[in-house]
């Protein structure tokens, strides 16, 4: 049992036993200079008496210095060199997803009754799988809703091709879409005679 003389309080009000504190500390104390800046905080330059502050006689929301400095063009050149068809994520100038809209998920979605074609959870969160996996098809007849967990199974390589297999059987006995051995979309077009 540790005798009463031994805990006193310090001028901070903290419990102390000896030289150790045994309650805890303040909000906002850092215990050591390597947890101090942890929150982002930056360390205070300390203001010199005379100096004029940057913002003195300025009113309102102040712009940075650096606002309508102009690159140099040696910079310029540098960065034009990433621009374009040079800039690692150039794909021709053509957008793959620029018929896979919210639209057409939503109506994947509510043909499947928003559930997954393989595990039959039912989300509105599940995921459109691209069956050939080419994000350019995006029709009816190459797309099904996934859950998370299966749509991840779908990315192996290995089993790429049994998945599609799988997807066209599945979506052929449902909604009887047609596709050949080859596992290429059969699309029956049907021109009206006027």
Not at 17 to 45: C, Q, R, V
Not at 162 to 189: A, C, E, H, P
Request: contains cysteine; proline residues 3%; glycine residues 8%.
């Amino acid at each position: 049992m540790v005798k009463s003389n031994f805990i006193k309080r310090d001028n901070n009000g903290r419990f102390t036993l000896g030289t150790k504190p045994i309650a805890g500390f303040k909000k906002g104390e850092h215990i050591s200079s390597k947890t101090e800046f942890k929150k982002g905080d930056k360390p205070k330059k300390p203001f010199i008496k005379g100096q004029i502050p940057w913002n003195k006689g300025k009113k309102g929301i102040q712009i940075a210095w650096n606002k309508d400095v102009l690159m140099k063009e040696e910079t310029k050149e540098k960065l034009s060199q990433y621009r374009g068809e040079k800039a690692s994520g150039w794909k021709g100038g053509l957008d793959p997803y620029k018929d896979f809209t919210h639209r057409f998920k939503r109506k994947i979605k509510e043909r499947d009754n928003y559930s997954c074609q393989v595990c039959g959870i039912i989300n509105q969160f599940n995921l459109i799988h691209h069956i050939d996996y080419n994000k350019e098809n995006s029709i009816f007849e190459n797309c099904i809703t996934l859950c998370k967990d299966c749509h991840f199974k779908t990315f192996k390589k290995e089993t790429q091709s049994s998945w599609k297999l799988f997807f066209q059987d599945l979506l052929n006995k449902k909604y009887r879409y047609k596709y050949d051995s080859q596992g290429n979309i059969l699309i029956n077009i049907q021109k009206e005679v006027i």
